[in-house]
């Protein structure tokens, strides 16, 4: 059974900057991991993404503050959040899907981790 972890969420102060981590167990091969989020009220968001060869995508909203990355022989996902604001403020899941990346859609990732919190203070 597929299992990822979150960690390194918690309460910042506008312009400050977090690292998330996304452990990853009973795995081998190809995937492509994500990082999404999902603030109260609404959708959930994807926000990057980093396939095994380390190819890495990323959304408008995030392009230029985030940096996704991974450690191979850890299995472990990073998402390094610099300059945060306040409507960054959501919880954090990393997402898994066996191959290669094909978006940041949420239907395209079959494991999810349980989401760590993610708050952003003004």
């Known amino acids: 059974q597929v299992q990822l972890v979150e960690s390194g969420g918690g309460s910042v102060q506008s312009g400050g900057s977090l690292r998330l981590s996304c452990a990853i167990s009973?795995?081998?091969?190809?995937?492509?991991m994500a990082w999404f989020r999902q603030a109260s009220g609404k959708e959930r968001e994807g926000l990057a993404s980093?396939?095994?060869?380390?190819?890495?995508r990323y959304s408008n909203s995030v392009k230029g503050r985030f940096t996704i990355s991974q450690d191979n022989a850890k299995n472990i996902v990073y998402l390094q959040m610099d300059s945060l604001k306040p409507e960054d403020t959501a919880t954090y899941y990393c997402?898994?899907?066996?191959?290669?990346?094909?978006?940041?859609?949420?239907?395209?990732?079959?494991?999810w981790g349980q989401g760590t919190q993610v708050t952003v203070a003004s």
């Open positions: 997402a898994r899907v066996r191959g290669r990346c094909r978006g940041l859609l949420e239907y395209l990732y079959d494991y």
């Open positions: 009973a795995f081998k091969g190809d995937r492509c």
């Open positions: 980093i396939d095994s060869d380390s190819n890495t």
